[in-house]
C-alpha cells in the first residue's frame, strides 16, 4: 500500500516537471507584439510652416483607407497583388483615426492653425475650409519603399462646394527591413501630402 502511495506520488512529480518544462520552452517561443502610430511631421523633425492663417478653422474628413487597411495587423504588399498581415507588428489604435489625427495636427502646423475639428464635428463648428481626404493605397514592402496614393478634397464649410483638390502619389525609400522603418516612411508620405494640401489651403488665401 505504501508503495503504491510512493509510486503515484512520483507520477504525479515527473508529470509536474513536464509541465513546467513545456511551459518555459513555450514562454521562449512567444513573440512579442509590437504597436505602431503615424508620427507627425513635427515628430519627424519636418518643422516649417507655408503660412500664417489663424483665423483659418480647418475641418478635417472624412478620411477614408481601404478595406484591406481596417485591421488591426501592418500590411505589407509582396509581389504583384499580394498582401501579408503581420500577427506581431500592429497598429496600436484604429488607422483611420490615427491618419486623420496626424492630417490635422500636420495642417495646423504648417498653416499656424489652432482651431481645428475632426469629423464628425460639433454642431457649432462651422470650419472655413474642410479637408477631405480618400486613401487609395498606404502600404510598402520591407526590402523596398513605402507607396501612398491619394485623392483628396478642400471643400467649402458644408463640403458641398470644392474648392481645390488633386490625387497625390508618393513613394519613399525605407531606410532598413524593419516595420519601424516602414511606419516611418509611411509617416513622411502623409506629411508630404499635408504639406501639398497646405500649399492649396494658402493659394485660396491669396
Known amino acids: 500500500m505504501m508503495r503504491n502511495v510512493i509510486c503515484q506520488g512520483g507520477r504525479w512529480g515527473v508529470m509536474f516537471a513536464v509541465v513546467l518544462l513545456l511551459s518555459g520552452c513555450l514562454s521562449h517561443n512567444v513573440h ?24 483659418v478653422k480647418l475641418g478635417i474628413g472624412p478620411v477614408t483607407i481601404p478595406d484591406s487597411l481596417k485591421r488591426s495587423q501592418i500590411v505589407t504588399r509582396q509581389q504583384g497583388n499580394q498582401y501579408e498581415f503581420d500577427e506581431f507588428n500592429r497598429w496600436s489604435g484604429v488607422l483611420e483615426k490615427d491618419l486623420t489625427y496626424v492630417l490635422g495636427d500636420n495642417l495646423g502646423q504648417l498653416l499656424g492653425v489652432s482651431n481645428i475639428g475632426f469629423f464628425p464635428w460639433m454642431q457649432h463648428f462651422q470650419p472655413t475650409y474642410r479637408v477631405i481626404v480618400d486613401v487609395v493605397r498606404l502600404d510598402g514592402s520591407l526590402d523596398g519603399e513605402a507607396v501612398l496614393s491619394a485623392h483628396w478634397v478642400i471643400a467649402d464649410t458644408k463640403g458641398k462646394e470644392f474648392l481645390a483638390g488633386g490625387k497625390s502619389d508618393y513613394r519613399q525609400p525605407l531606410a532598413d527591413q524593419s516595420f519601424a522603418a516602414l511606419i516611418k516612411a509611411e509617416s513622411q508620405l502623409v506629411a508630404t501630402m499635408s504639406r501639398e494640401i497646405a500649399v492649396a489651403i494658402a493659394a485660396l488665401n491669396k
Open 32 to 55: 512579442e507584439v509590437t504597436y505602431y502610430s503615424l508620427l507627425s511631421a513635427e515628430q519627424l523633425g519636418a518643422g516649417g510652416t507655408v503660412a500664417s492663417l489663424p483665423e
